[in-house]
C-alpha cells in the first residue's frame, strides 16, 4: 500500500497469527519492512500483540533488527 505495507504488516496490525503462518507458508519476508523501516514484529509489539510476536519468533523472524 502507499505506506509500503505488505501482507504481514496487515496480519500485525490486526492481531491475526493464523495468517502470519500461512503467509509464511506462503514464502512471505516476515523480516519486510515499511516505507517508516517497521517489520512486522515491531508492528505487533508496539501493538502488543502477543500472539503475533510468539508466532513470528517461532517462524524465525530476526528478532534484533532496528
Known amino acids: 500500500d502507499k505506506d509500503g505495507d505488505r501482507a504481514v504488516h496487515?496480519?500485525?496490525f490486526g492481531d491475526e497469527s493464523g495468517v502470519m503462518a500461512l503467509l509464511a507458508?506462503?514464502?512471505a519476508d516476515l523480516n519486510a519492512r515499511n516505507k517508516r523501516r517497521q517489520t512486522a514484529?515491531?508492528?505487533a509489539v508496539?501493538?502488543?500483540h502477543a500472539g503475533v510476536v510468539r508466532t513470528?519468533?517461532?517462524l524465525g523472524c530476526?528478532?534484533?533488527l532496528q
Open 25 to 27: 507458508g506462503s514464502g
Open 41 to 43: 514484529l515491531h508492528i
Open 62 to 64: 530476526h528478532p534484533s
Open 46 to 48: 508496539n501493538k502488543g
Open 56 to 58: 513470528l519468533l517461532e
Open 10 to 12: 496487515h496480519a500485525a
